[in-house]
């Protein structure tokens, strides 16, 4: 067991973050589309079982594409503190964060469009913000998926954290589609590649 250990992590390996909130109540709002995306890679192009660990205090599973082994994971310390879950993923499975793609919802994209980005500040983003502290650059992947701020007026935290409606809620399942396409375009042509074809386009349109 311990020599099949070796050989999976002697591969080269890159990390699929998700952000998000654990728990069913959180599990259809508009924060947690970054764990949707993770779950859609799972059950599909990545194929692999997300795992409860203690130790990491996260989700978290391993999946082959070509000649690297990639990381999926949801950190399950709550957005505010995502952080502390992905330093100490990146720290043991010896993962740099340029090999490292975050998933996250956006409120300043209008809801339906996706912007994939190489570094940059967290935008206001706790969890991006949580992550940046914890390991100490902003030099990473991001895939921000827009949320918009909901109607006019609107309290940010209510409309983040409340259930998404029957229409939004077919436009996120479509997003989240497209994010996991735009995460696997990162993985297999690069962070260019996969803004040339995602930032600007708009689902649902």
Request: glycine residues 14%; contains cysteine; charged residues 25%.
């Amino acid at each position: 067991m311990a020599a099949g250990v070796a050989r999976v992590r002697a591969l080269d390996v890159k990390a699929v973050v998700g952000l998000g909130n654990p728990g069913k109540r959180y599990a259809n709002t508009p924060h947690n589309v970054g764990f949707a995306v993770v779950n859609e890679l799972a059950d599909g192009a990545l194929a692999c079982r997300l795992k409860k660990s203690f130790r990491f205090g996260a989700r978290h599973g391993t999946a082959r594409l070509e000649e690297e082994r990639i990381l999926l994971a949801k950190p399950e310390t709550y957005m505010n503190r995502s952080g502390r879950a992905v330093a100490g993923l990146l720290r043991y499975w010896k993962i740099s964060p340029g090999d490292m793609i975050v998933v996250l919802d956006d409120a300043d994209l209008q809801i339906g469009r996706l912007r994939v980005r190489s570094g940059g500040s967290s935008g206001g983003h706790r969890g991006l913000g949580s992550v940046i502290d914890c390991i100490g650059t902003t030099e990473f992947v991001r895939v921000r998926i827009g949320i918009g701020r909901g109607a006019r007026g609107a309290d940010l935290v209510e409309h983040v954290l409340k259930p998404f409606g029957k229409e939004d809620g077919e436009l996120a399942r479509s997003m989240v589609s497209h994010a996991a396409d735009a995460v696997m375009c990162v993985l297999s042509s690069g962070a260019d590649e996969a803004m040339n074809r995602f930032n600007g386009l708009r689902q649902g349109s």
